[in-house]
């Protein structure tokens, strides 16, 4: 095995065990519920906090440009044992209280230093093949967050196991994470550079990128977060209360994890026939899939178990492609501090629709929540294709790059 090989596997394989501590909290609410009485905000807040505070950690990774001005694998193992550690903190602290709700907050921001982290190592090994790398790694980030909703499905008690769980395996994440080693395109920052960032609004191609990752954002880390508690209201009007629940988690489950495992697929495909390309099919498979979702709500089990999976499939291999074309157009000494910034902006997007939409579904109902998810695809379609409209990248080697884009 190359070290390519060798260093990338182990990457997405400690990639997938960190990030099942981002939906610890939503996949155990129903069973904590059981136990505790917790008012809805603090429920939303179990679960929103861990995007608040992500903006907040990768916001100050990337203004000091911690990607790109250290070993970005010590961060890693640095970051994914801290978040272990607190993570299982929620063993002991009152449920849905103050406490418990920080440790949600302080573990999104540790977790910045993970996944913006991870690609800026993963990017380092490949120019020609980025859609694949870095969609290889979104791929395990995606497997990561449905996790916690199959530890989960047998119910009860045994919610504290998959707390424990989830903190176990992000330690192993951050052992995994010093065997491997950085690629031929890796590239160090000799200083301390904030106005590296300015490129964000500066550097069109980043903007662009960045206004269809913020399209992508409305509606994913919604549909992830809340359409468990979405199909269980839906398979409760033809099932009996405590099988709905459990196909709900079975769906979340399947929806989440089968789009994890189509990123690297779609990334090789964006090698060959361009990045947006992939984006603006993504996008417009997942708003239909929206739709079709909040059309049907309430009808044919089957059916919206299959239109859930759908949606789950398509909304999720695009985003590792925005995050591409983020590294290939800005110079390989900012593209950490760029990616980490362009998520920070995305999940502070997210810290808004994971928040407003129960309160929209309880004041409207789950089919017009749904259906407004679709927004967000279609306002980055436009971005994408306002994109491909000036050209390929050239990339930080020169040439253009395959799979950047076409005129």
Known sequence: MTDKSRSVALLVVAEVAVMSLWFVSAAVLPDMLREFDLPPLRQAALSSGVQIGFVIGALTSAVLGLADRFDPRRVFCASALLAGLVNAALLVLPPGGAASICARVVTGAL??????????IIVGWGVRDRGFLVGSLVGALTLGSALPHLMALGGGAQWRVTVAAASAAAVLAAVLCLFTALGPHHSVSPKFRPRALTAAWTNRRVRLAYAGYLGHMWELYAMWTWIAAA?????????????????????????????????????????????????????????????????????PVWLTFLLVVLWGLTIIPDSAQFSAIVADSAPPDQAGSLMSFQTALGFALTFVTVQVTPMLAAAAGWPLVLAGMALGPAFGIAAMVRLRRIGPASGPEGPPLPGSGTT
Do not use: N
Request: glycine share 14%; proline share 4%.
């Open 111 to 120: 977790l910045a230093g993970v996944y913006p982290v991870g690609m800026k």
């Open 231 to 299: 199909t269980t209201v839906s398979y409760s009007a033809r099932l009996a209360p405590e099988y709905a629940e459990f196909l709900a988690r079975l769906t979340t489950f399947a929806a989440i994890g089968g789009g994890g495992l189509l990123c690297a697929f779609a990334g090789r495909f964006a090698d060959r026939i361009g990045k947006p390309e992939v984006t603006i099919l993504a996008m417009s498979l997942s708003g239909a899939a929206a739709l079709a979702t909040a059309l049907t709500f309430g009808g």
